[in-house]
């Protein structure tokens, strides 16, 4: 009967092990990955860190590979000169080490927001910013030595900006949007043109109220998706907005996302099955704005929306699919990390649950505008901070390697815990084993 009654408790004792440790672990696993609850990266996971500029003001915008191992940044700059503003790039190699700079002027002040690496240069997107205080798009085509091989501003209303593009065969698709003349409304605006700089064709989209394209990727049939938002509704909030195009500019359908709340769509990158969409909204959650992810099939029918992020603003402005699976996202966070706004990346899988998420900043300003992935789970950040560097904001580009292996301190926690109970689980089996022979032993005896 002794023995009936340690074999019980031992089963007891071994259920509630097993059953309160697993709950113990689920929940804080789920913790770790948990998109608003973001780790800082660890030293082993920041490969290097560099900044580039001087006393002013200085932004990067865009990073690209350069094809042959190294990057080109581009952004803006007005530590050159006191009052002006010049688009400026930077080329790098592997480590991020700066192998020469360039500064580019057109109007009053200039801006590069996007690159295209093509197969003689780069193709460089942007404004320029007239005397008389209007506002043109400008592109400008350089070699792989930052030579100019011709540029082109396009304008034509109030205000003039370009924000993307993407290339397919001979031709060039930019995106933005124009304030026509006399109008107070803004239209998105998608531009064509050849390998030359010719226009193509020029077309708006919108009616009342503000729209705007901030992405654009290329189709395999030949047609265009655009990303943006729009507030033509009629409520006065902003939409998240996705339209797609055919080759000559015309449209073949238009959907918006979201809540009741304002929403924009910052970046776009093609799924399998779809087209995902990156930016913040304003519609879902407690606290400020958060980082919005949204899913459509390629039909632009919503497959799933999704906010991240905390208490405060938490926004996210780029988005490339991840050779790992699903999309890494980045952008800033005022709700976490260590300053008053750090850098956040994140990476979710096809279904919008978070794999990994990171903060990376000191107490300072610090935010993403840009990545790229070079190897598997290494990524080069693009951005500006004012914690380090020499001006009001400098450049600041981070390499990084992050992956599901590469545990943070939490996980590396939850790691041992699990051993000890894996540990206690298969000491308990043992000794009720033993108890289970030995009550048998004594059965087997006194029936003897």
């Not at 440790?21 to 996971?45: C, F, H, I, M, Q």
């Not at 700079?101 to 240069?121: M, Q, V």
């Not at 924009?264 to 909204?281: H, K």
């Not at 999704?306 to 991840?322: L, N, T």
Request: with cysteine.
């Amino acid at each position: 009967m002794h023995g009936k009654n340690v074999e019980k408790a031992v089963v007891i004792c071994l259920v509630c092990i097993i059953s309160i440790s697993l709950g113990l672990l689920t929940r804080a696993y789920s913790d770790s990955v948990d998109g608003s609850n973001p780790s800082a990266l660890s030293t082993k996971e920041l490969i290097w860190e560099r900044t580039f500029g001087g006393a002013g003001d200085d932004r990067a915008y865009c990073i690209v590979k350069s094809g042959d191992g190294g990057f080109l940044i581009v952004g803006s700059s007005s530590s050159f000169d006191a009052g002006k503003t010049y688009a400026w790039i930077v080329r790098t190699d592997q480590d991020g080490k700066m192998l020469w700079s360039r500064t580019y002027e057109e109007g009053d002040d200039s801006e590069f927001r996007f690159a295209l690496k093509t197969n003689d240069g780069f193709l460089l997107i942007g404004d320029m910013f007239p005397s008389l205080g209007d506002e043109d798009g400008w592109i400008v085509k350089i070699d792989d030595q930052g030579n100019v091989l011709w540029n082109l501003a396009l304008g034509g209303g109030t205000a003039n900006l370009l924000f993307s593009a993407t290339t397919i065969s001979d031709s060039f698709v930019l995106v933005g949007l124009t304030f026509p003349l006399g109008s107070n409304d803004s239209y998105a605006w998608v531009v064509k043109i050849d390998v030359d700089g010719k226009v193509l064709w020029n077309r708006t989209y919108g009616g009342n109220g503000d729209n705007a394209f901030r992405s654009v990727v290329a189709t395999s049939e030949g047609d265009y998706v655009c990303a943006g938002y729009k507030n033509s509704i009629g409520d006065g909030d902003y939409r998240v907005w996705l339209v797609k195009i055919d080759e000559n500019g015309t449209l073949l359908w238009s959907d918006t996302y979201g809540g009741t709340g304002s929403g924009l769509g910052c970046a776009l990158t093609m799924a399998e099955d779809g087209y995902v969409i990156a930016g913040e909204t304003h519609s879902f959650g407690n606290g400020d704005g958060k980082a919005f992810i949204v899913k459509t099939d390629l039909n632009g029918k919503l497959l799933w929306q999704r906010a991240y992020g905390g208490q405060k603003f938490d926004s996210v402005d780029s988005i490339i699919p991840a050779s790992s699976g699903g999309y890494v996202v980045a952008g800033f966070t005022f709700s976490f990390g260590k300053g008053q706004r750090n850098i956040w990346i994140f990476n979710v899988d096809d279904s919008g649950n978070v794999l990994w998420s990171r903060t990376q900043g000191r107490q300072g300003f610090q935010e993403a505008f840009s990545i790229v992935e070079v190897t598997k789970g290494q990524y080069i950040v693009a951005g500006m901070t004012n914690s380090i560097g020499n001006g009001k904001y400098d450049y600041y580009i981070i390499e990084m390697n992050v992956s599901r292996t590469n545990n943070s301190s939490v996980e590396r926690v939850l790691l041992s815990y699990g051993l000890v109970v894996l540990a206690i689980v298969v000491i308990s089996t043992f000794v009720y084993g033993i108890l289970r022979i030995k009550r048998q032993d004594e059965s087997y005896i006194h029936f003897s």
